[in-house]
C-alpha cells in the first residue's frame, strides 16, 4: 500500500511539473509572438498616432500665436521633443530588454532590429507620402493641409520649409516646387531614424538625457 501511495504521490509531482512546463512554454510563445517584429511595429504605429494627438493639441492651444516667429521655434523644439520622447522611448525600452536576452544566450544581436521595425512602423508613413507625390504631379486631388495635420509633430518644420502660413487656404500644393515637396515627403524617414537610434541606445544602456544633465554639472 505504502509503494501505491508513493507512486502515486510521483505521479501526481510528475503531472504538477509537466503542467508547470506546458503553462511556461505557452508563455514563452506568447512573448515570441509579442516580440515578433510587425507586432512590435504595430504598437510603435499607435505611439506615432498618439503623438500626432498630442502635438494638435499643442498647435490648437498656442494656434493664435503661430505668427510669430519665436513661437513657431518653441513650438517646432517642443512638438518635437514630445515625438522623441514617445517613441525614442519604446525604442529605447525595445533594445534594452534584446540586450538582457542576448546577454543569458536567448537571442542573438541584431543592432539593425530598431531601424527594420522603425522602418515597418513607417510604411503607412511613406505611402501616404507617395500620395502627396502624386497630388504635387496633379494625379491626385490636393491633400496638402491634411498631410499637415496628419504629420503634426513637423507641422511647423513643413510650414517653415515651403514658406506658408497655417491654415488650409495657404496649403496648397502648386505654390510649392517639387524640391519643397520632396524634403516634406523625405521627413518621413524621421520616425525610422529615431526608432532605430534609440534601440541602439537601450542596447547599451545608454539614457542620452543622463548623459547631457552629466556634462552639464562636470
Known sequence: MRGIHMEEQVKQTT??????????????????????????ALRWFGNHVVSQILCLIILATFVTLTGNA?????????????????????????????????????????????FRVGFYMSIPLWLFGVALLLAKAELLPNFYALYKI??????????????TFFGVDSAYLTVDSWPTIIAVFLLNVLPMLICGLHYILG????????????????
Open 70 to 114: 519665436v513661437i513657431q521655434v518653441l513650438l517646432l523644439f517642443l512638438m518635437f521633443v514630445v515625438y522623441f520622447m514617445l517613441m525614442g522611448s519604446q525604442s529605447w525600452q525595445l533594445g534594452n530588454r534584446d540586450a538582457n536576452k542576448v546577454k543569458f544566450g536567448h537571442k542573438q544581436e541584431d543592432l539593425a532590429r530598431g
Open 15 to 40: 503531472t504538477t511539473a509537466d503542467l508547470k512546463s506546458q503553462a511556461t512554454q505557452k508563455m514563452d510563445r506568447r512573448l515570441q509572438n509579442r516580440d515578433k517584429d510587425w507586432r512590435v
Open 203 to 218: 542596447y547599451r544602456d545608454i539614457v542620452w538625457m543622463d548623459k547631457l544633465i552629466y556634462k552639464k554639472k562636470k
Open 150 to 163: 496628419l504629420n503634426s509633430y513637423a507641422l511647423v518644420f513643413i510650414n517653415l520649409i515651403d514658406r
